[in-house]
């Protein structure tokens, strides 16, 4: 089969078109015709030695892989080949504490495809059945494979954790990207009022069409000199923070009274000072949130099956591309989800 590997880690060329042979699915497994897979700025840490994850050289990217089932292991039951399914980004033990407790998002024993097993970057990838999520008849692979880690994420950091609530103002850091962008379609299907941040006007631009009524340039802009001009002093209700350094500071001062801002993600710095006063005065939160639960996966995929959320897909590139994929996400001048199709 084809598939993109990488042998060392590097830049985007390390990433090399090449032949694999075509795996068999074990016990409790299913083999998937892979017809997208997303790229994610995790595949581009992973494959520069950045991420701090366990991963094994020569390695197959692909986080996010939708396709067919194409072959089933022994004991597998409830799926049956050519069925339409996404492999879901993190597949937990389902037997330790975590998992019993309904946390299976926090697992400790949970795999990932493209991190400790092969991902979504091939022809075929084999596949835990127990991982799988049936696809909407009306959802496309490229859509279903722009969905899981963004809108899923979204949507853990903005319902299940902030609860966040119809007339609430909501800020959104990053909102150019594929989270962001996420987090600004599921604010507004909450009712949410949404001021969208990030650093081109046009990104700017994307988040307004996706349901912000105000846009921020932070490259150009004192962000919370303009939150609190937008709010008329007061400040928003809940924030949406996947960046750090700078960013989550600056983010920290956006906040009104009794405020909630979710943090997941630190790529812009890890290690953020923090003004206590403000924050036990105006009784802050600050909550963290990690990647995603089943339940909230299988929302997402009825909410865009039904289109009342859409991904968007920047563009679609064949597999032999996924070094040009690369260094587009590098250059941060992809607006949403870059789908690579094997
Ligand atoms: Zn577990």
């Given at each position: 089969m084809r598939a993109v590997v990488f042998r060392a880690y590097g830049p985007p060329g390390v990433l090399d078109l090449t032949s694999l042979p075509i795996p068999e699915p074990g016990p409790g497994e299913v083999r998937i015709r892979v017809r997208a897979c997303a790229v994610n700025h995790l595949d581009l840490d992973l494959r520069a030695g950045k991420a701090r994850m366990p991963i094994t050289l020569p390695h197959v990217l692909g986080r996010e892989a939708a396709g067919t089932v194409d072959a089933i292991g022994p004991g597998v039951s409830g799926v049956a080949p050519g069925e339409r399914v996404l492999a879901a980004p993190i597949v937990p033990c389902g037997r330790c504490n975590a998992c019993q407790a309904g946390d299976d998002n926090l697992c400790p024993h949970a795999q990932m495809p493209g991190i400790q097993m092969p991902g979504g970057y091939a022809e075929y990838l084999v596949f835990p059945a127990r991982g799988l999520l049936r696809l909407p008849a009306a959802l496309s692979f490229e859509a279903a494979a722009a969905t899981p880690i963004s809108f899923g994420t979204a949507w853990r950091m903005l319902?299940?954790?902030?609860a966040v609530r119809p007339g609430e103002t909501v800020l959104v850091t990053g909102a150019g990207g594929g989270l962001g962008s996420a987090a600004v379609q599921v604010a507004a299907l909450r009712g949410a009022q949404i001021i969208a941040a990030a650093g081109s006007d046009q990104k700017l631009d994307y988040a307004r069409a996706c349901g912000a009524f105000a846009g921020i340039n932070y490259r150009e802009t004192d962000l919370a000199v303009e939150v609190l001009r937008l709010t008329g002093g007061r400040g928003v209700d809940v924030a949406v923070e996947h960046i750090g350094g700078d960013i989550l500071r600056a983010t920290l001062a956006c906040m009104a009274t009794k405020g909630r801002l979710i943090t997941g993600g630190g790529h812009g710095g890890e290690v953020v000072p923090l003004d206590v006063i403000p924050f036990f005065r105006k009784e802050l939160s600050l909550l963290g949130s990690r990647s995603q639960r089943r339940e909230e996966l299988e929302t997402v995929l009825r909410l865009v099956g039904e289109g009342a959320l859409v991904p968007h897909i920047d563009r679609v590139l064949p597999l032999e591309a996924a070094a040009e994929a690369h260094a587009l996400l590098e250059a941060r001048s992809v607006i949403g989800k870059v789908v690579l199709i094997p």
């Open positions: 319902v299940t954790i902030a």
